[in-house]
T-cell receptor, first 112, second 115 residues
Framework: GDSVTQMEGPVTLSEEAFLTINCTYTATGYPSLFWYVQYPGEGLQLLLKATKADDKGSNKGFEATYRKETTSFHLEKGSVQVSDSAVYFCALFSSNTGKLIFGQGTTLQVKP | NAGVMQNPRHLVRRRGQEARLRCSPMKGHSHVYWYRQLPEEGLKFMVYLQKENIIDESGMPKERFSAEFPKEGPSILRIQQVVRGDSAAYFC?????????????FGPGTRLTVL
């Protein structure tokens, strides 16, 4: 079945460091791909999305490119801030099943 | 434009009691989804509903759990005779019926604690 795999955390970075959180997926068909962010004690917020191969989603300095050849959707940011500390979830929406399938989440801690 | 609303935000129940969780989707959204998040884990799909219809409940435990989305009013996730293992955060999401139906917007969640 469809699945999403994220790199394990926690990821600890200093402020202004470069961030990469890896995400790979397995799916039949052509899923839409998403990154959601969850701040402590809150719900999930949509960070960015991409709906087809080679699309790049971007928001608030974060970017991810839909790579069909490597079945990946890695999240990147050039310079992280303390306020970016949160849990990041990669997800895919399968039009076959109508379901949103999540990775296990990656905790990011940014230290001043 | 209000987002997805859930209440209560925190709910404490004793074993054997009932828990009712409410979700009001975003305005104009007719699809509602419920997810459960156990500590240190990702979100697991439970059920997908449209107005007055359960579309997919493949992620819902067969016993004690039920969900509805009536013609009027919020969607309700009901857990009967709660047990300690039901302690989790329950999130509701909604999406439009067309033009971006693949994008779900989440509420703040209800954190259920079973004593």
């Amino acid at each position: 079945g469809d699945s999403v795999t994220q790199m394990e955390g926690p990821v600890t970075l200093s402020e202004e460091a470069f961030l990469t959180i890896n995400c790979t997926y397995t799916a039949t068909g052509y899923p839409s791909l998403f990154w959601y962010v969850q701040y402590p004690g809150e719900g999930l917020q949509l960070l960015l999305k991409a709906t087809k191969a080679d699309d790049k989603g971007s928001n608030k300095g974060f970017e991810a490119t839909y790579r069909k050849e490597t079945t990946s959707f890695h999240l990147e940011k050039g310079s992280v801030q303390v306020s970016d500390s949160a849990v990041y979830f990669c997800a895919l929406f399968s039009s076959n099943t109508g379901k949103l399938i999540f990775g296990q989440g990656t905790t990011l801690q940014v230290k001043p | 434009n209000a987002g997805v609303m859930q209440n209560p935000r925190h709910l404490v129940r004793r074993r054997g009691q009932e828990a009712r969780l409410r979700c009001s989707p975003m305005k104009g959204h007719s699809h509602v989804y419920w997810y459960r998040q156990l500590p240190e884990e990702g979100l697991k799909f439970m059920v997908y509903l449209q107005k007055e219809n359960i579309i997919d409940e493949s992620g819902m435990p067969k016993e004690r759990f039920s969900a509805e989305f009536p013609k009027e009013g919020p969607s309700i996730l009901r857990i009967q005779q709660v047990v300690r293992g039901d302690s989790a955060a329950y999130f509701c999401a909604s999406s439009p019926s067309s033009g971006g139906y693949d994008t779900q917007y989440f509420g703040p969640g209800t954190r259920l604690t079973v004593l």
